[in-house]
C-alpha cells in the first residue's frame, strides 16, 4: 500500500482489504401527492470506506513499535491522503484516516485494521495526461474513465498578449 507516494511495505504486511463495489448512493427522489410512485431526479454519490487489516512484523519489541510509530506519522495527517492499494495500483483513493486504530499486540507482532473514508467517491487513475495544441489549434481530449471529469489546464504563453 502506498500513502501520499510513501511505500507501507517495509512497515506493514496486508492480511485483508474491505472495500465497497461501488460508493454508498442515495436516491433524490420528488414525491407528487395524490401521484402514484415518485420522480427520480438524480443518484448521488457519497463516501466510500476502505478498511485494511494488517500486521506489524518487528525483530523485537522495540523494531515493532518504532515500525507502529512510522506507521502513525504517516497515517495521522490533517490533509487527505492519497491512497493507492496493492491489489490495483493504477487507481487512486483521496481519503483520510478514520476512527479508531487500535493494535493487539503480541511481542514483536502487532495487529490491526485502519479504515479510511474517501470524501472523494471515485477510483483516479494514478497516470495523467498532457497533450499540446497542434498546428490547425485543435486539442482533443478523450476521457476514458467512468465518471465525468473536467481537465486541468496549465497555459504557457511564448508572446505577450492583452487577453
Known amino acids: 500500500m502506498i500513502i ?31 401521484s402514484h410512485g415518485v420522480y427520480h ?19 523485537s519489541v522495540a523494531d515493532r513499535i518504532e515500525k507502529a510509530r512510522a506507521l502513525a506519522g ?18 487512486m483513493y ?23 473514508i474517501c ?3 471515485y477510483a483516479l487513475d494514478v497516470s495523467t495526461q498532457s497533450a499540446s495544441f497542434g498546428t490547425n489549434s485543435i486539442l482533443t481530449v478523450s476521457n476514458t474513465g467512468t465518471a465525468e471529469t473536467y481537465p486541468v489546464f496549465e497555459i504557457t504563453f511564448n508572446a505577450p498578449t492583452t487577453f
Open 4 to 34: 501520499n507516494g510513501t511505500d507501507l511495505s517495509g512497515l506493514i504486511k496486508i492480511r485483508q482489504i474491505n472495500r465497497q463495489l461501488a460508493p454508498s448512493i442515495e436516491n433524490l427522489i420528488f414525491d407528487i401527492p395524490g
Open 41 to 59: 431526479i438524480k443518484n448521488l454519490r457519497k463516501q466510500r470506506r476502505i478498511e485494511v487489516d494488517f500486521v506489524i512484523i518487528g525483530e
Open 74 to 91: 504517516i497515517l495521522a495527517s490533517q490533509n487527505d491522503l492519497t491512497i493507492i492499494l496493492p491489489d490495483d495500483p493504477q487507481k
Open 94 to 116: 483521496i481519503g483520510s484516516l478514520s476512527g479508531d486504530t487500535d493494535l493487539e499486540e503480541i511481542m514483536h507482532l502487532a495487529s490491526g485494521t485502519i479504515s479510511f
Open 119 to 121: 470524501s472523494d467517491p
